[in-house]
Antibody, heavy 115, light 107 residues
Framework: EVQLVQSGAEVKKPGESLKISCKASGYSFTSYWIAWVRQMPGKGLEWMGIINPHDSDTRYSPSFQGQVTISADKSITTAYLQWSSLKASDTAMYYC????????WGQGTLVTVSS | ENVLTQSPATLSLSPGERATLSCGASQSVSSSYLAWYQQKPGLAPRLLIYDASSRATGIPDRFSGSGSGTDFTLTISRLEPEDFAVYYCQQYGSSPVTFGQGTKLES
């Protein structure tokens, strides 16, 4: 059974760093790209970027380029999304999804950034 | 960037009725790489349709997708109570991948 299990909710202060994870199982991790999608409170879906775990080829939406870093560790079949300096506007639910057309999704990680 | 515009923003229908949701693209969607998702409150999106017209695994056949180029449609032939949700289209034919703003289907 394909599963993407994301790390738990986070509460952070502005300026802090954060790395959230997406653990994949039930399929060949290096055969499928993994994307990250943001959903701000009460809003729609925004595609942030995608990584190929096979060779770490990464593509970012221009809106998120330079704001976040996407990475993957194929030895533990896990993808990551990280921030070096969070802002209040980063408060959102973050989803990982398999493939360019998201056929499987993680359950989401709620990130709250507040002073 | 390929901007997707969904219409209507809200669609009010009753169980048993037919729903037609539209998604228009500002540029032609390469290879009909267009998907439709359903999202219910508090849950992750669920893939319904990919490549414009292929149903994802486990999706009932009352859901169908059509279209090409810049105009796409999601049709729900006969609404069930569990179909009331928000629906998003997404194009993945060009980078960056983009989503429409969503259509809320309410009863």
């Amino acid at each position: 059974e394909v599963q993407l299990v994301q790390s738990g909710a986070e509460v952070k202060k502005p300026g802090e760093s954060l790395k959230i994870s997406c653990k994949a199982s039930g399929y060949s991790f290096t055969s499928y790209w993994i994307a990250w999608v943001r959903q701000m409170p009460g809003k729609g879906l925004e595609w942030m970027g995608i990584i190929n775990p096979h060779d770490s080829d990464t593509r970012y939406s221009p809106s998120f380029q330079g704001q976040v870093t996407i990475s993957a560790d194929k030895s533990i079949t896990t993808a990551y999304l990280q921030w070096s300096s969070l802002k209040a506007s980063d408060t959102a639910m973050y989803y990982c999804a398999r493939q360019w057309s998201g056929d499987y999704w993680g359950q989401g990680t709620l990130v709250t950034v507040s002073s | 960037e390929n901007v997707l515009t969904q219409s209507p923003a809200t669609l009010s229908l009753s169980p048993g009725e037919r729903a037609t949701l539209s998604c228009g693209a500002s540029q032609s969607v390469s290879s009909s790489y267009l998907a439709w998702y359903q999202q219910k409150p508090g849950l992750a999106p669920r893939l319904l349709i990919y490549d414009a017209s292929s149903r994802a695994t486990g999706i009932p056949d009352r859901f169908s997708g059509s279209g090409s180029g810049t105009d796409f449609t999601l049709t729900i032939s006969r609404l069930e109570p569990e179909d009331f949700a928000v629906y998003y289209c997404q194009q993945y034919g060009s980078s960056p991948v983009t989503f429409g703003q969503g259509t809320k289907l309410e009863s």
